[in-house]
């Protein structure tokens, strides 16, 4: 996750104002370790759901990283 998260600044696909560091910020490398730690809980209760949940989850995963975006905590560059 430290490793992604690094590429992803550096390589340019989002941008932390106000955060001039060679790595990403704090509070989002805290939730590598995290999604690491709970992993194996999650898998066991994502086994037995249906396609349509697994769909759902997805979608949320992915709407909070637009959520960082709204709250300001990261910008999302345009693309090339």
């Known amino acids: 996750g430290f490793t992604f998260?690094?590429?992803n600044q550096?390589?340019?696909f989002y941008v932390f104002p106000d955060h001039s560091s060679f790595f990403?910020?704090?509070w989002l490398l805290a939730f590598w370790p995290a999604f690491?730690?709970?992993f194996i809980d999650f898998m066991d209760v994502f086994m037995y759901k249906p396609a349509w949940f697994h769909?759902?989850?997805g979608i949320t995963g992915?709407?909070?990283y637009y959520f960082g975006e709204w709250s300001q905590l990261l910008f999302f560059?345009?693309?090339l």
């Open 5 to 7: 998260e690094t590429l």
């Open 10 to 12: 550096h390589l340019g």
């Open 24 to 26: 990403p910020p704090s």
């Open 36 to 38: 690491s730690i709970l």
């Open 55 to 57: 769909l759902l989850v």
């Open 62 to 64: 992915a709407a909070g």
């Open 77 to 79: 560059s345009q693309p």
